[in-house]
């Protein structure tokens, strides 16, 4: 199984790229992390909100391969333990699609995009920089994926 991490933004600091590729390259095959990033809106003063984060989201849904499902990573949807989500990744493993995770801009993600994701994961009520969202779901995809196999990098519980 793939996992499209479908996230705006681009030219990442170095500790972001290296913290992401750190755990991508943990996963093994059977369970790939590739990292889609799409191009922010400019905003210019005639520009609106709303308009910036329908063009991202347009854009994002064009990265989303055919077939694929698709989670929302938005603050109102529902947190999931490290052992929840290790069972949602045994069960997306399970029903043979690739799935994508969608990450917004600082605008947040557009009605399209969250109206074409299955699920609606919230990673905290904290709010975290769009860039640290990469590497803390990059580590806890590897995290989950470790709990299913008995492997010792996940102590917790």
């Known amino acids: 199984m793939r996992i499209h991490l479908i ?14 590729r750190e755990y991508a390259k943990r996963l093994p095959p059977e369970c790939t992390l ?3 990033e799409i191009d922010p809106v400019r905003r ?13 989201g347009r854009r994002m849904l064009k990265a989303i391969p055919k077939g694929v499902a698709a989670v929302a990573l938005d603050e109102r949807g529902k947190a ?7 069972t949602e990744l045994e069960a997306w493993m399970g029903d043979g699609r690739d799935r ?3 990450v917004g801009g600082a605008d947040g ?5 969250l109206a074409c994701c299955e699920r ?15 590497v803390i779901l990059a580590e806890q995809v590897y995290r989950a994926w ?6 010792p990098y996940h102590r917790g519980g």
């Open 109 to 113: 993600l557009a009605p399209d995009c």
């Open 146 to 151: 470790s709990l299913t196999r008995g492997h």
């Open 7 to 20: 996230s705006v933004g681009r030219r990442m600091p170095s500790w972001v790229e290296q913290g992401y």
């Open 34 to 36: 590739t990292l889609v």
């Open 44 to 56: 210019t003063k005639s520009t609106s909100v709303a308009q910036a984060r329908e063009e991202e």
């Open 100 to 102: 994508a995770l969608l």
């Open 80 to 86: 999931w333990s490290t052992e929840m989500l290790a």
């Open 120 to 134: 609606r994961w919230s990673l905290s009520p904290l709010t975290f920089p769009h860039p640290l969202v990469r």
